[in-house]
């Protein structure tokens, strides 16, 4: 069975650094073909992509977020880690991680951890 | 940067057919998925590859890809469908994109 769980600080400051962890179980991601992504979902608003990283350690960026992301893996820890720098309040969202299948279907989602960015 | 248009809320009476779209240019040419997200809950993968659906999908639920439009038709609507439904492509001249997601109301 495949699951993802998302953890990181429900609360961060304006201005600070935001890092999120996601820890799998049921697949490995040195397995080749499997991708990881993460995902935000504003409070009320749609979803928006953000980050994947592949087997391979290839890395891919949402554009409009490039220079503030850094998707990073462990794969020994079966962990997918997301930084976020300079967060602001319009960051508050619901954020989740979602393992590919294919090219780009999120075939399993995390539960989604809610962050808040407020001073 | 790719957009994709979805109408805001679509309305059907318990066993009915409804269809939701989403529409870009030529979006016929790319791989459209689609979620199905439940109050509270994360999204579900209910079609991908335009018009697969992963197991345990019942098969009430079907996809099209053609021109400018992606449909993906519920049949036999159930008081258990109502939920919000996103389409998302890619290729790969894009980012990952998602529709703005349609409020599916079972009457």
């Known amino acids: 069975q495949v699951t993802l769980k998302e953890s990181g600080p429900a609360l961060v400051k304006p201005t600070q650094t935001l890092t999120l962890t996601c820890t799998f179980s049921g697949f490995s991601l040195s397995t080749s073909g499997m991708r990881v992504s993460w995902i935000r979902q504003p409070p009320g608003k749609a979803l928006e992509w953000l980050a994947r990283i592949d087997w391979d350690d290839d890395k891919f960026y949402s554009t409009s977020l490039k220079t503030r992301l850094t998707i990073s893996k462990d794969t020994s820890k079966n962990q997918v880690v997301l930084t976020m720098t300079n967060m602001d309040p319009v960051d508050t969202a619901t954020y989740y991680c979602?393992?590919?299948?294919?090219?780009?279907?999120?075939?399993?989602w995390g539960q989604g951890t809610m962050v808040t960015v407020s001073s | 940067s790719y957009v994709v248009t979805q109408p805001p809320s679509v309305s059907v009476a318990p066993g009915k057919t409804a269809r939701i779209t989403c529409g870009g240019n030529n979006i016929g040419s790319k791989s459209v998925q689609w979620y199905q997200q439940k109050p509270g809950q994360a999204p579900v993968l209910v079609i991908y590859?335009?018009?697969d659906r992963p197991s345990g999908i019942p098969e009430r639920f079907s996809g099209s890809n053609s021109g400018n439009t992606a449909t993906l038709t519920i049949s036999r609507v159930e008081a258990g469908d109502e939920a919000d439904y996103y389409c998302?492509?890619?290729?790969?001249?894009?980012?990952?994109?998602f529709g703005g997601g349609t409020k599916l109301t079972v009457l």
């Open positions: 998302q492509v890619w290729d790969s001249s894009s980012d990952v994109v």
């Open positions: 979602a393992r590919i299948l294919g090219d780009y279907a999120f075939d399993i």
């Open positions: 590859h335009d018009s």
